[in-house]
């Protein structure tokens, strides 16, 4: 059994070794004789026969499209699918059609198979017309898949690009901390220290925990909304300090939600949007739920105030901001997430930001 299962691991390894050319070839042509083996097999009645004329004609079709990819690998195809291109696609397999016919009329003619009712002409003729036919519906499907596997190329291209570009501009902001907030905090703690060290003290250590979470999270695109959800409460308990009575603040994290894995400082700018924009004439609620349900994550971040507050851009804003939190999301799930930022249907003065993240996020390179 160890040695069945060693063969399958060994035969799997080598298969994944290939590459993608060879891998669609040996599938390609196997199918292929597969089809021709079971013609062969109607016409002559006997299986040995049968496959005594479509195995090597197979391996003599796999022979010339090995000869037609490095022919259309030159510069002269670099175009794809050009009128020009198909003119020669239709040259080369007839031309290479040409002895693979020959072959099969000089190997029935040789073991005296030829099929009854057909003369010598139409021996040579229908094998030329339907390699001709096989060649140039390979070549076409050649094209295709190069165009297909130049583009996925292309598209993981740009995805690494707009990745890397991502990562430098978090790199950027973690580095770059908003200057008035840190002044801010610092300013609160001396103010603090002379008549409320503890309060102090417990400030320096929210601040520290915030810096703590955004520098370490640099080279980190994605963690625990644990981990995220703690340099959230750091960055609220700062501003908590800051404001006093005038910001309430409530954090609630579905224990399940805890361990699942989110892209990093992807809420951030959301909360710190909430209060920035929010509404402090009469106290900032700022609410943050999240939950679990199946492989999905979903997020609600509310604060009282107006869309307008969060249209108005701030004088020194140094978050990435809305469009950048969408593209992190297109980035990390593609596809699998949704983003509403929208007033309260009720009428009252509240923004609601939802998110719903589906399954795992993707790891920027």
């Given at each position: 059994?160890?040695?069945?299962?060693?063969?399958?691991?060994?035969?799997?390894?080598?298969?994944?070794?290939?590459?993608?050319?060879?891998?669609?070839?040996?599938?390609?042509?196997g199918?292929?004789?597969?089809?021709?083996l079971?013609?062969?097999?109607?016409?002559?009645?006997?299986i040995?026969l049968?496959?005594s004329?479509?195995?090597?004609?197979?391996?003599s079709?796999?022979?010339?499209?090995?000869i037609?990819?490095?022919?259309?690998?030159?510069?002269?195809?670099?175009g794809?699918l050009?009128?020009?291109t198909?003119?020669?696609?239709?040259?080369?397999?007839i031309?290479?059609?040409?002895?693979?016919?020959?072959?099969?009329?000089?190997?029935?003619e040789?073991?005296?198979?030829?099929?009854?009712?057909r003369?010598p002409?139409?021996?040579f003729?229908?094998?030329?017309?339907?390699y001709s036919?096989?060649?140039?519906?390979?070549?076409?499907?050649y094209?295709?898949?190069?165009?297909e596997?130049?583009?996925?190329?292309?598209h993981?291209?740009?995805?690494?690009?707009?990745a890397?570009?991502?990562?430098?501009?978090?790199?950027?902001?973690?580095?770059?901390?908003?200057?008035?907030?840190l002044?801010?905090?610092?300013?609160?703690?001396?103010?603090?220290?002379?008549?409320h060290?503890?309060?102090?003290?417990?400030?320096?250590?929210?601040?520290?925990?915030?810096?703590?979470h955004?520098?370490?999270?640099?080279?980190?695109?994605?963690v625990?909304?644990?981990?995220?959800?703690?340099?959230l409460s750091?960055?609220?308990?700062?501003?908590?300090?800051?404001?006093?009575?005038?910001?309430?603040?409530?954090?609630?994290?579905?224990p399940?939600a805890?361990?699942?894995?989110?892209?990093s400082?992807?809420?951030q700018?959301?909360?710190?949007n909430?209060?920035?924009?929010?509404?402090?004439?009469?106290?900032l609620?700022?609410?943050?739920?999240?939950?679990?349900?199946?492989?999905?994550?979903?997020?609600?971040?509310?604060?009282?105030?107006?869309?307008?507050?969060?249209?108005?851009?701030r004088?020194?804003?140094?978050?990435?901001?809305l469009?950048?939190?969408?593209?992190?999301?297109a980035?990390?799930?593609?596809?699998?997430?949704q983003?509403?930022?929208?007033?309260?249907?009720?009428?009252?003065s509240?923004?609601?930001?939802t998110?719903?993240?589906?399954g795992?996020?993707?790891?920027a390179?």
């Open positions: 059994m160890n040695a069945i299962v060693r063969t399958a691991g060994s035969i799997t390894e080598h298969w994944n070794g290939l590459r993608l050319f060879w891998r669609a070839q040996i599938l390609g042509w199918f292929f004789a597969i089809l021709d079971v013609y062969q097999r109607l016409i002559y009645h006997e040995w049968a496959a004329r479509a195995l090597p004609t197979v391996l079709l796999v022979v010339v499209s090995s037609l990819h490095s022919i259309y690998t030159s510069r002269r195809f670099d794809g050009t009128r020009r198909v003119t020669w696609i239709l040259g080369l397999s031309g290479m059609a040409l002895p693979v016919a020959i072959f099969a009329f000089a190997a029935n040789w073991f005296n198979w030829s099929v009854p009712g003369d002409v139409d021996d003729a229908f094998p030329l017309i339907h036919i096989v060649l140039c519906g390979w070549s076409l499907c094209f295709w898949l190069r165009a596997t130049a583009k996925q190329a292309e993981r291209h740009a995805m690494r690009a707009e890397e570009a991502l990562r430098a501009r978090l790199e950027e902001l973690r580095l770059q901390l908003d200057p008035h907030f002044f801010n905090a610092l300013n609160g703690v001396a103010e603090e220290i002379p008549e060290p503890k309060s102090a003290l417990a400030m320096l250590r929210d601040l520290t925990a915030y810096l703590r955004s520098l370490d999270g640099i080279h980190q695109t994605v625990t909304v644990e981990a995220e959800v703690a340099g750091a960055y609220l308990g700062v501003q908590r300090a800051r404001f006093g009575e005038r910001l309430r603040t409530s954090l609630h994290v579905d399940e805890a361990l699942r894995r989110i892209a400082f992807l809420l700018p959301l909360v710190e909430a209060v920035q924009h929010g509404n402090r004439d009469h106290g609620d700022v609410g943050i739920d999240i939950r679990a349900a199946g492989d999905r994550l979903y997020i609600t971040i509310d604060n009282t105030g107006t869309l307008d507050d969060h249209a108005t851009p004088r020194h804003h140094t978050g990435i901001g469009e950048n939190v969408r593209r992190r999301l980035l990390h799930y593609p596809n699998r997430h983003f509403v930022l929208q007033q309260a249907e009720s009428g009252e509240r923004v609601i930001a998110m719903i993240l589906e795992e996020p993707c790891s390179p």
